[in-house]
């Protein structure tokens, strides 16, 4: 059993950056393959960025491509994600998830989900 709780979120005007934090409880945090996920108002969850389990394979979506890093500490069972350039349209709730043994964009893959942390882009 993994729980998740995320935090740094908050309003940032556009061009800014944040960096949400992740943090995992249980023993088995560095076997998993972690994810970000959003959900705009109104809008469907999306996928974000995910991450294997050492950290050396990441993948992301085509609209945070080259603003957004994810990046994982195992010793502090944390995984974060470093949002920079933030527009209007990053707006949404952000959670982060864990589960698969492999990087992957599909949200059924993911067992396990915190609270979610609100981002708010102002223009």
């Known amino acids: 059993q993994v729980q998740l709780v995320e935090s740094g979120g908050g309003l940032v005007q556009a061009g800014g950056s944040l960096r949400l934090s992740c943090a995992a409880s249980g023993p088995t945090f560095s076997r998993y393959a972690m994810g970000w996920f959003r959900q705009a108002p109104g809008k469907e969850r999306e996928f974000v960025a995910t991450i294997n389990w050492n950290g050396v394979a990441t993948y992301y979506a085509d609209a945070v491509k080259g603003r957004f890093t994810i990046s994982r500490d195992n010793a502090k069972n944390t995984v974060y994600l470093q949002m920079n350039n933030l527009k209007p349209e990053d707006t949404a709730v952000y959670y982060c998830?864990?589960?698969?043994?492999?990087?992957?964009?599909?949200?059924?893959?993911?067992?396990?989900w915190g609270q979610g942390t609100q981002v708010t882009v102002s223009s």
């Open positions: 998830a864990a589960g698969p043994t492999a990087p992957v964009s599909r949200q059924r893959a993911y067992n396990y």
